[in-house]
């Protein structure tokens, strides 16, 4: 120790300069004789001697082996910052470094990581997504969140297996500690007003307007924007966003947190009462600054007025965003909103007019959660029902006739045919009782006419159906204004004429049937709305396959389809796609067609829809038989008969005795029962009065029997014709009757 003592009196003072110089000099002289490479991590917590070091030996010119590698985080806020930038910035100037900008991990880089980590892990689908969106890529975000999964038995061996015992959604929300303190501890550094603003823009959302957060401060927007400018360059916590609304200028910039950890722990650490008078602040400053474009943001107002617990503004605003979200065809959201509304009026006081806004969201959430869920779920008619006793509770009588018009369609629809016919009988009931108009109750009987037809009451449902558009033409019901008609709307005219059309085919009048759907389609095409055109192009689609003109009708189901594509409409994709087929296999592409059949009926199916399910079977019977595939043919028309008799869908049985017949000819079987089967087939059809099916079994009688009996048949079934444009099948009876 006196040696040491004596040796450092010994030597001269040492200046900061002469030290840093000595360290240089001694780097580089190991340099001279191999490769040194001098790798320091976290530059970004370096002191400012290591940055004069740093910068003395990129200045010197001698030569040396020498390569210093760095590693720092950018946007983080430190002691020696603005020298770190200054020796950055000098640096690169100079070409003296190079910086390499290490991109966020890919989605692809997160699942080998977890797969490095854990041998054999049996990860769920999402997961790899989940932990990539929750961290950004960022490499330590992701280590602490997995360590953070490990740590809490979120992820254990099971069977020598590492395994995830929770939810992939679940890690969605986890913040680890380690995470959650380093986050803080940022944040406590910053200087007050710096804090101040930094967490009430966690109010505003990971994406705010500096607008709002000056509002909700009582401060100016130029002092809040500076010091967003400061938090995001000098601090890493936010990014500028880029985006501004010139034509809305009292927005604002725009801003965005780096990370939604940032976001969150800063939010979550908020005083519950401070919290909810912040929400309330920025929901007002922001309703103030769109304006009349307030709709537009409507679920984000929604979102601060229920955490401000202003409910009734919340449910307003949640309607609002549901209509939004249902007009560009965002159904399942639409249905969220609109399941947030109804849980927040739950909590306001109970009286009529709590009750009529409940109706309200209900008529709204209906169209919405039936193209989300489909017919088959039971949410839908429950939904109805719950919004039709409100309606009578309110003695609100418009609403019952809306209620039990979509009760009607849905289970109908759902192929409970009984039912439906009783809801549209109640509907009628309604519209007598409140004294509608002669021509408004008539179009009322537009779902009894189609409940009738699918029955087999041909004669009537069409009567029904032709007083309802003689109804149309002296008063049309009402429709929405075009700004409020959702995405899954129909023109009441359309259906009107299409289930004129409908009727007016299976009862054999196919000119009142073509002018009735070239009708519906003129008006989806003048409106230009994606599921009226759908639809109208579909029946009209129907009527050319009825007809057997199979390019027309491959070309307006391609209509169909492309409209219900674009829009997720499974039930009319479906039909579309059954109707294109059945043409594609006519006109000699079985194979094909019949590919198209079967996945347009497994998509309308999908949706929980069974009516006219017995149709759909005949026509992939009839284009199975077109490849003389006579057992894919008999076990779909065995299907046809086994849903007519369950649901009493019996306006196309006669269709499927035909197609039975001809499958046991194909067989070689008992001519009797061949004939037995077609004489069964034009009974019936003489019974509901569906004269198209009469005329192809009378057609394939005397095809197969020849004599005088079964000439005079086939010759008073095209008498029947006789009056309608020509066709395929009164042709080809002409034609065998010359024959």
């Not at 040492?14 to 110089?21: A, S, Y």
């Not at 007025?305 to 409910?311: D, I, K, L, M, V």
């Amino acid at each position: 120790a006196e040696e040491s003592a004596a040796l450092r009196r010994a030597l001269p003072a040492e200046t900061r300069e002469h030290m840093l110089r000595s360290i240089a000099e001694g780097i580089e002289a190991i340099a001279e004789s191999q490769l040194l490479v001098l790798f320091l991590e976290d530059l970004h917590l370096s002191d400012h001697a290591t940055l004069e070091l740093l910068n003395l030996l990129a200045l010197r010119r001698g030569p040396a082996r020498l390569l210093l590698l760095g590693t720092f985080r950018s946007g983080e806020e430190f002691p020696a910052a603005t020298a770190f930038r200054s020796l950055a910035q000098q640096l690169l100037l100079h070409r003296q470094c190079e910086e390499i900008v290490v991109p966020p991990l890919s989605p692809g880089a997160v699942a080998t990581y977890l797969d490095g980590r854990f041998a054999g892990l049996d990860r769920p689908g999402d997961l790899v997504g989940t932990l990539h969106e929750r961290t950004e890529g960022n490499p330590l975000f992701l280590a602490r969140l997995v360590d953070f999964l490990v740590e809490s038995g979120a992820v254990g061996v099971d069977h020598g297996a590492a395994r995830l015992r929770i939810q992939a959604a679940d890690v969605a929300g986890l913040v680890p500690a380690t995470l959650r303190a380093m986050i803080e501890q940022r944040a406590d550094a910053l200087d007050d007003a710096e804090r101040e603003v930094l967490e009430t823009a966690s109010v505003g959302g990971i994406l705010f307007w500096s607008s709002s957060v000056a509002a909700a401060l009582g401060s100016d927007r130029e002092t809040v924007e500076k010091t967003c400018a400061r938090l995001a360059r000098r601090h890493g916590f936010l990014v500028e966003a880029g985006e501004t609304a010139p034509d809305l200028p009292d927005l604002g910039g725009r801003y965005e947190f780096r990370h939604a950890l940032y976001h969150q722990v800063l939010y979550e650490r908020l005083e519950p009462t401070r919290r909810q008078r912040l929400h309330r602040l920025v929901g007002d400053a922001l309703r103030t600054a769109w304006g009349a474009r307030a709709d537009e943001v409507a679920a984000e107002l929604a979102s601060h007025f229920e955490r401000a617990g202003e409910h009734a503004l919340a449910v307003d605003f949640y309607d609002k965003a549901a209509i939004a979200a249902a007009a560009r065809g965002a159904n399942r959201e639409a249905t969220q909103y609109l399941d947030r509304g109804l849980g927040l009026l739950a909590r306001l006081v109970d009286g009529p007019e709590s009750r009529q806004r409940r109706l309200d969201l209900l008529m709204t959430r209906g169209p919405a959660l039936l193209a989300s869920v489909g017919y088959g779920d039971d949410a839908v008619v429950g939904n109805y029902e719950q919004a039709l006793d409100l309606a009578r509770g309110l003695g609100n009588p418009l609403a019952q006739l809306s209620c039990l018009l979509a009760m009607s369609i849905a289970r109908q629809t759902r192929g409970d045919l009984e039912a439906g016919e009783a809801v549209a009988r109640e509907l009628v009931g309604v519209g007598e009782a409140i004294g509608l108009p002669p021509p408004l109750l008539a179009q009322l009987h537009n779902p009894l006419s189609q409940a009738r037809m699918y029955q087999g009451h041909v004669v009537e449902a069409l009567a029904l159906a032709d007083a309802a558009v003689a109804g149309l033409a002296v008063m049309a019901m009402p429709a929405p204004p075009p700004e409020s008609r959702p995405a899954l709307w129909a023109e009441p005219s359309i259906m009107l004429h299409c289930q004129r059309g409908a009727a007016s085919f299976a009862h054999g009048r196919m000119a009142q049937a073509g002018e009735a759907v070239s009708a519906a389609l003129g008006i989806a095409r003048d409106l230009q709305h994606p599921f009226n055109l759908a639809y109208a192009s579909s029946w009209a689609a129907l009527y050319e396959d009825t007809l057997c003109r199979w390019a027309e009708a491959a070309t307006l189901a391609g209509t169909a389809m492309e409209a219900a594509d674009a829009w997720d409409f499974p039930f009319w994709g479906g039909v579309a796609r059954i109707l294109r087929g059945h043409a594609q296999a006519r006109s000699g592409d079985v194979r094909g067609g019949v590919g198209l059949l079967r996945e347009g009926i497994a998509v309308w199916s999908g949706t929980g829809a069974a009516l006219a399910r017995s149709m759909y079977l005949n026509l992939l019977a009839d284009a199975l038989l077109l490849g003389d595939d006579v057992d894919g043919a008999d076990a779909a028309l065995a299907d046809a008969a086994a849903h007519a008799e369950r649901t009493g869908e019996a306006v196309f049985a006669a269709e499927t005795l035909r197609l039975k017949a001809e499958c046991r000819r194909r067989r070689g079987g008992d001519a009797d029962a061949v004939v037995a089967l077609l004489a069964d087939a034009i009974d019936l059809s003489r019974r509901q009065g569906t004269k198209l099916w009469e005329l192809r079994a009378a057609t394939a009688l005397h095809r197969l029997r020849g004599t005088a009996a079964s000439r005079r048949g086939l010759a008073a079934a095209c008498s029947a014709f006789a009056a309608e444009p020509p066709g395929y099948d009164v042709a080809a009876a002409l034609d065998l009757l010359a024959r």
